[in-house]
């Protein structure tokens, strides 16, 4: 089996933790047009056991010029749209040869700019609990067209989702605080800064500018977030989820202790926070990158976050 296909999946997980339910916006009920559906390839495909463990079975070889979608099991909840990540583990095998099946969980945002088209079509419209059997061309499997098969080839998925969260904090505005950064939000939710002239502030702030309605993070959760940094002094951007392209995961914990953290004026602004808000941070060098600064990041500098909390999985 191809060996991007598990790397296309797991890049960046956090494998030993489990996910909770979302408390996301996506599509109601009934509200979703999925852009894939089932045909004669994924209709073959049966999977028994548990999630991101199933066995699978299905007739070889695997052929299709477009990706084919089959529910197995329906969940219930908001359904996945363009934008949203969707949290979930994986089964995945060569259309080949069913007994060559990988496990793996998976974070996938639905943005065909960062993410195969076979894996938006496949689960776009999935919700919490679905078991979704897809059979994906490999010229689809790939965001590089140079790289793409040109025959019609295809490999096996079971998807098994966990959560979907939206892609933007979803919670009530905010009465803005006097002293801070102005924050104005696009409509897909993307952020932008405007640093006040003046005196670079030497003490943490931070202010909730979305209030959610979820869970109250605690520290050692991981976090499902959006996030843009940028630096006081001469406004430069040095960290943007939102250029990359996908949402990414953060644990509530110190980074000098664990390197999936955050600096720890980020850490205690997010601790007690809820799900689904956002939260404006700014961060002097004593409770950020000190004396030695980090990439895009000078020694000594106040920096300034916007975080998105999209979700949160229990400490374990």
């Given at each position: 089996?191809?060996?991007?296909?598990?790397?296309?999946?797991?890049?960046?997980?956090?494998?030993?933790?489990?996910?909770?339910?979302?408390?996301?916006?996506?599509?109601?009920?009934?509200?979703?047009?999925?852009?894939a559906?089932?045909?004669?390839?994924?209709?073959?495909?049966?999977?028994?056991?548990?999630?991101?463990?199933?066995?699978?079975?299905?007739?070889?070889?695997?052929?299709?010029?477009?990706?084919?979608?089959s529910?197995?099991?329906?969940?219930?909840?908001?359904?996945?749209?363009?934008g949203?990540?969707?949290?979930?583990?994986?089964?995945?095998?060569?259309?080949?040869?069913?007994?060559?099946?990988?496990?793996?969980?998976?974070?996938?945002?639905?943005?065909?700019?960062?993410?195969?088209?076979?894996?938006?079509?496949?689960?776009?419209?999935?919700?919490?609990?679905?078991?979704?059997?897809?059979?994906?061309?490999?010229?689809?499997?790939?965001?590089?067209?140079?790289?793409?098969?040109?025959?019609?080839?295809?490999?096996?998925?079971?998807?098994?989702?966990?959560?979907?969260?939206?892609?933007?904090?979803?919670?009530?505005?905010?009465?803005?605080?006097?002293?801070?950064?102005s924050?104005?939000?696009?409509?897909?939710?993307?952020?932008?800064?405007?640093?006040?002239?003046?005196?670079?502030?030497?003490?943490l702030?931070?202010?909730?500018?979305?209030?959610?309605?979820?869970?109250?993070?605690?520290e050692?959760?991981?976090?499902?977030?959006?996030?843009?940094?940028?630096?006081?002094?001469?406004?430069?951007?040095?960290?943007?989820?939102?250029?990359?392209?996908?949402?990414?995961?953060?644990?509530?914990?110190?980074?000098?202790?664990?390197?999936?953290?955050?600096?720890?004026?980020?850490?205690?602004?997010?601790?007690?926070?809820?799900?689904?808000?956002?939260?404006?941070?700014?961060?002097?060098?004593?409770?950020?990158?000190?004396?030695?600064?980090?990439?895009?990041?000078?020694?000594?500098?106040?920096?300034?976050?916007?975080?998105?909390?999209?979700?949160?999985?229990?400490?374990?």
């Open positions: 089996m191809r060996k991007s296909l598990a790397l296309i999946l797991s890049a960046g997980l956090l494998a030993t933790l489990s996910a909770c339910a979302s408390t996301g916006s996506g599509l109601a009920d009934g509200d979703c047009s999925p852009l559906q089932p045909g004669s390839a994924s209709e073959t495909i049966t999977a028994t056991g548990d999630p991101g463990a199933a066995t699978l079975d299905f007739a070889t070889p695997l052929k299709s010029k477009q990706t084919e979608r529910v197995l099991t329906a969940g219930s909840g908001p359904a996945a749209q363009v949203d990540v969707i949290w979930g583990k994986a089964v995945l095998a060569s259309g080949t040869d069913a007994s060559s099946a990988q496990q793996t969980p998976f974070m996938i945002t639905l943005d065909e700019k960062v993410t195969p088209p076979g894996f938006t079509d496949a689960l776009a419209c999935a919700r919490a609990g679905d078991r979704i059997a897809a059979v994906i061309p490999a010229a689809q499997a790939t965001t590089d067209a140079t790289q793409a098969p040109t025959d019609d080839s295809a490999d096996a998925y079971v998807f098994d989702i966990t959560s979907v969260y939206p892609g933007a904090a979803t919670g009530a505005a905010e009465p803005a605080e006097a002293g801070f950064p924050v104005v939000t696009a409509p897909d939710g993307r952020p932008g800064i405007t640093i006040p002239s003046g005196t670079v502030p030497t003490d702030r931070y202010t909730t500018l979305k209030k959610g309605s979820g869970d109250t993070v605690a050692g959760d991981v976090l499902v977030v959006q996030s843009l940094g940028v630096v006081w002094d001469d406004k430069s951007v040095f960290a943007s989820t939102w250029e990359d392209g996908m949402a990414t995961q953060i644990r509530a914990a110190d980074i000098s202790t664990d390197q999936n953290g955050v600096v720890p004026g980020l850490l205690k602004a997010l601790v007690g926070q809820t799900i689904g808000s956002q939260v404006l941070v700014v961060v002097p060098p004593a409770d950020g990158f000190g004396d030695t600064g980090t990439t895009g990041v000078p020694a000594g500098s106040t920096i300034v976050y916007v975080v998105d909390i999209l979700g949160a999985n229990p400490a374990s």
